[in-house]
């Protein structure tokens, strides 16, 4: 039998950092599963540490929370009181009879090694961050066009340019980020695509008030939009992207309102093209345990937790962007407060007016991502005009055209019919990243905002990850040749 | 030091804490696999482990995310050449071929 | 218009029944409680198969759905991915290939293309097969269908006839005209009708229910696990181990599984199959799951490192004595059923509603349905 931790936290980002520490630093024996091999999850993500130049840090917003959060890290693994095993991925999470979580896990590189098969806690705290959202838009699956976070994560993690001209389009400040990131590497930056009006992130009065943090975000990113001559154009898309074998052009179009373009196209020469729509949560682990979501302001579906983190399952608390896309301060306070809410949950001592104040900064940082939803909201048309081409699926090569034939003669009239009939979302991703648009399709031609239920079935994962079959072979409590040998005697 | 991989006979050179995938984008590679249907070109896309377009074959072990391997010295990447004269430069054609890499002569495909 | 038949149920037994009912004439409603194929219909492996029945009406039924999907559907079996691949039955001891061998004897006798295969031949059928195998059996008449794709076309087709399709539509009761029913209530209004037609699979006995009458069809889990895309060819036939013919047959209500792997148009391999009477717990099984992979592995060594992408469950509509229900109900005249196929019901899908397509007409049935009966059922064994 493994040991039982008191708590396991899934994610080593902003939440899942914070609630390991606090939760060791109450006293509850912790174990931090995460799959990437440092901790930082994207928002942190940094070179390898054991080749670390200084320059390895620059752009890095928090950088300073986040060293003091690795130094408690250390420090309380050092004690014995967090047991950290990074290069896990968790595949499947079942609940035994006493209530207990049991973890199942995978390295998430063939070559990594396990520490651990399986781990078993008593609660949970789930800080599963979250992914860029895709729109398709004809022309995405080329070569040379990645996600607006792979292209920063190969800048921050990698030091590698992911192009040498570059748009950067979709909706929202980290579009900024990007930009100025790939700029300060000597990419040029041909244009950043917004495909809402003129920056109302930036002056949301709401917003600068409550997080006053981001009104200095904001007038950095301007200063170095300036100082790299990056030009930004708002009310605009990329509507094509051109290129036979990889990207040799975008055509940028301005937009009305609700997507549609209004203005004739231009084409771009570029090799890279970063796209991003905000960020789409990571439910798979809460999905299997039954936890209640709800759609989010943005779009997303989101984990429903109370002002203490908690979810509608027992034991299971959720924090970070599973429960709200937000940014890192505020899945920093969440995953603090996760952690003092278990711990007063299992009677351990906890200072009141600490839990107060993190739910105060938990509350404004919400009202701050409203804000910036409201901003910044994926087109309500987007799709209207796609050619039948068009990939949506990326995996599995299905197409808008597709969609429309299972919708229209097949009466494949809702998400989850539509995913069995013409196989968007059944691929090596399993829906991560078609999920969200081929929800928002299903929901357009019904003539309906997106629901909950458009949006769970492309989110539920029976295993979270892909996962080796001898792994699970070993669920069954014989090794996976047992019968082979048994065949073997019957000669 | 810098790692020497090789990809479809061809040296990629690495730099010790860079992804295989990064190795590859820096070395103007964009694509490394095809699609079942529509045997189209593929490579990195989400870069962070989520989308699974950046598969490739690592020392003979398939399907491996390339975004997510750590490159390391004497890596073969993609899959094992039929025959020593498989040495067609990837699609990005950016690539040096064996020979006309940092140290001239050194064929690590040879060692397939 | 008043229709002719509502069938109760888009599953692929309701969708076969509804659209030989328009071939027939009938004017037909089919009205579904959620979407096209959302029930057992989209939890299966598309099994057409003749090789896992022994002698008998279930095995007849077989035979004769074999010729439904090969005549009168041919010209579709492409956009439901129809695959005339074969059945690979495998032993692994000597004592195993003695029953087999039995088996297909009688299968033969009954018209089942069987062909007996020694430990040497079973590698030419499947390159990546254990070699510790015994022997086995190959039944060429076996094939697989994407069954989503089969009920979701054949309603197309019904449409094109005339038919309409409710979905999202739940029966809440039966119009009757003293013991006679004459049509559903839903709560979008009733639908009037000559006839009922009760195809809600695993959920068939709650619909009887409603009519008052009582037919015995209870759910019986099964997990699949589904691996990354291979390469085509990895996994030629729909390859199984000979217990799982006995696994089949058995009313146990503890987990049984036994190793059926195939591959897909997709280029997925499924891998089932698991069998508990649980209710309809929707938990994923551990041990069911665990036992498959395992099991998967000992046929096919290969897969040990093949990623498995995906598990999903279903509920067999399982009947006490593992016959399906067809037929008109004299308890409630008016009503028909066609439920309770268990985990055969896409293979038998085509035969049942060509059936009952020719027996709602009033004419002589290519099957005797008597087997069937809706009646046959001892008290003991009713809900």
């Known amino acids: 039998m493994p040991p039982v931790h008191d708590v396991a936290v899934v994610g080593a980002g902003p939440a899942g950092l914070a609630a390991a520490v606090e939760a060791a630093a109450s006293g509850l024996a912790v174990a931090l599963v995460d ?50 095993l990074p290069g896990h991925q968790v595949w499947l999470v079942t609940r035994s009879a006493d209530g207990e979580f049991d973890l199942r896990l995978t390295a998430t590189t063939a070559t990594a090694s396990v520490a651990a ?16 959202r895709q729109l398709p838009v004809p022309g995405w699956e080329l070569p040379g066009v990645l996600t607006a976070g792979g292209v920063q994560a190969l800048l921050t993690g990698h030091r590698t340019p992911a192009g040498r001209r570059a748009v950067v389009a979709g909706t929202g400040p980290f ?86 373009a209004t203005g004739p196209d231009e084409e771009v020469a570029v090799d890279l093209v970063a796209l991003g729509w905000g960020f789409t949560p990571a439910l798979e682990l809460p999905l299997m345990l039954g936890a ?199 000669e | ?76 990447l993609g899959d094992a050449p039929p025959d020593a004269g498989d040495a067609r430069p990837g699609p990005g054609g950016a690539l040096p071929d064996a020979g006309g890499a940092d140290e001239p002569g050194r064929d690590d495909a040879a060692r397939a | 218009m008043t229709a002719d038949l509502v069938v109760v149920g888009a599953g692929v037994v309701g969708a076969a029944s509804a659209y030989f009912a328009t071939l027939a004439g009938l004017r037909v409603v089919v009205v579904e409680r959620g979407a096209v194929a959302g029930g057992t219909s989209s939890a299966g492996e598309g099994n057409v198969l003749v090789s896992d029945k022994e002698a008998g009406p279930e095995l007849d039924l077989a035979l004769y759905s074999q010729r439904v999907w090969r005549e009168d559907l041919a010209e579709h079996g492409d956009r439901w991915e129809f695959e005339s691949k074969g059945g690979l039955v495998v032993a692994a001891s000597a004592e195993g290939v003695a029953s087999l061998r039995e088996l297909t004897a009688h299968q033969r006798a009954c018209g089942v293309d069987a062909r007996d295969l020694g430990h040497a031949e079973l590698r030419d059928y499947e390159p990546h097969l254990s070699p510790h195998l015994a022997g086995g059996a190959f039944y060429p008449q076996d094939a697989q269908v994407q069954p989503m794709l089969v009920a979701a076309h054949l309603l197309r087709l019904a449409r094109e006839r005339g038919a309409q399709v409710r979905t ?46 009582r037919v015995p069809v209870l759910p019986r889990r099964g997990f699949i696990l589904v691996t990354q895309p291979m390469p085509p060819g990895t996994i030629r036939h729909k390859v199984y181990a000979a217990e799982y013919v006995g696994d089949v047959a058995s009313s146990d209500a503890a987990l049984q599984t036994s190793p059926v792997v195939e591959g897909t148009a997709a280029g997925t391999i499924l891998i089932g199959a698991s069998r508990e009477r649980v209710g309809f717990d929707r938990t994923v099984s551990t041990a069911a799951i665990g036992a498959l992979a395992a099991r998967a592995i000992a046929l096919f060594p290969m897969l040990r490192t093949v990623r498995a992408m995906r598990t999903y469950l279903g509920f067999r509509p399982y009947c006490p004595d593992h016959l399906p229900v067809i037929g008109p109900d004299a308890r409630a005249p008016g009503l028909w059923h066609a439920c309770g196929h268990e985990g055969a019901g896409v293979g038998l899908s085509a035969g049942t509603g060509k059936l009952v397509a020719q027996a709602l007409v009033g004419g002589r049935t290519d099957l005797d349905l008597a087997p069937f009966a809706p009646e046959r059922f001892a008290e003991e064994d009713l809900p």
């Not at chain 1, 975000?217 to 605009?236: S, W």
């Not at chain 1, 094509?240 to 990889?246: K, N, Q, Y």
């Open chain 1, 175 to 260: 579009l900024l980020s990007v930009a100025t990131g790939l700029a300060e590497a000597g990419v040029t930056v041909a244009a950043v695509a917004e495909a809402n009006g003129v920056g109302g992130w930036l002056r949301d009065p709401l917003g600068a008030l409550s997080a006053p943090g981001k009104g200095v975000e904001a007038a950095r990113y301007a200063a170095l939009m300036a100082r790299h001559r990056i030009p930004y154009r708002t009310r605009t898309v990329v509507r094509e992207i051109l290129g036979r074998d990889r990207v040799e052009a975008v055509r940028l179009a301005r937009v009305d309102r609700d997507g549609r």
């Open chain 1, 117 to 132: 098969r399986s781990i078993v806690a008593r609660a949970l705290i789930l800080c599963p961050g979250g992914h860029d």
């Open chain 2, 1 to 76: 030091m810098t790692y020497r991989m090789t990809f479809r006979g061809a040296v990629v050179p690495a730099e010790p804490g860079q992804s295989v995938a990064a190795a590859l984008v820096a070395a103007g590679v964009t694509d490394w696999r095809t699609t079942r249907r529509g045997g189209r070109p593929r490579g990195l896309f989400c870069g962070i482990g989520i989308c699974f377009d950046c598969l490739i074959t690592v020392d003979g072990v398939p399907d491996q995310r390339a975004c997510l391997v750590a490159a390391a010295d004497g890596l073969r």
């Open chain 1, 292 to 490: 209640a979501t709800a759609r989010d302001v943005d779009g997303s579906l989101v984990v429903v937790a109370d002002d203490l983190q908690r979810s509608s399952v027992d034991g299971l608390y959720v924090a970070g962007e599973a429960t709200g896309v937000g940014g890192a301060a505020l899945a920093v306070a969440e995953g603090r407060l996760a952690a003092l809410a278990l711990a007063a949950d299992r009677g351990r001592p906890a200072d009141p007016a600490r839990t107060r104040r993190l739910r105060g900064r938990v509350r404004r940082g919400r009202r701050f991502a409203a804000a910036m939803h409201r901003a910044c909201p994926a087109p309500p048309g987007w799709s209207d005009r796609l050619p039948d081409t068009t990939v949506v699926c990326r995996c599995e090569e299905v197409s808008y055209g597709d969609l429309r034939r299972a919708y229209d003669d097949l009466g494949a009239t809702d998400a989850r019919t539509l995913k069995m009939l013409a196989r968007p979302g059944m691929g090596w991703c399993q829906g991560r990243v078609c999920g969200y648009a081929t929800a928002a399709i299903a929901a357009r031609w019904g003539g309906r905002a997106t629901t909950v239920d458009d949006l769970r079935p492309l989110a539920t994962r029976s295993l979270a990850v892909p996962v080796p079959l001898e792994e699970i072979a070993a669920l069954a409590g014989e090794p996976a040749g047992a019968t082979e040998e048994e065949g073997g005697d019957g």
């Open chain 1, 35 to 84: 799959t990437a091999a440092q901790p930082g999850g994207q928002y942190w993500r940094h070179y390898d540490e054991t080749h670390a130049r200084p320059a390895d840090r620059a752009g890095h917003h928090g950088w300073r929370t986040f060293t003091a959060l690795r130094e408690r890290l250390d420090a309380l693994r050092a004690a014995g009181r967090i047991r950290y």
């Open chain 3, 168 to 213: 999202h539509t739940e029966v809440t009761g039966f119009l009757r005209a003293g013991a006679r029913v004459t049509g559903v209530r839903t709560p979008a209004g009733d639908v009037p009708a000559g006839a009922v037609l009760n195809a809600a699979g695993t959920w068939a006995g709650d619909v009887a229910g409603l009519a008052g009458v």
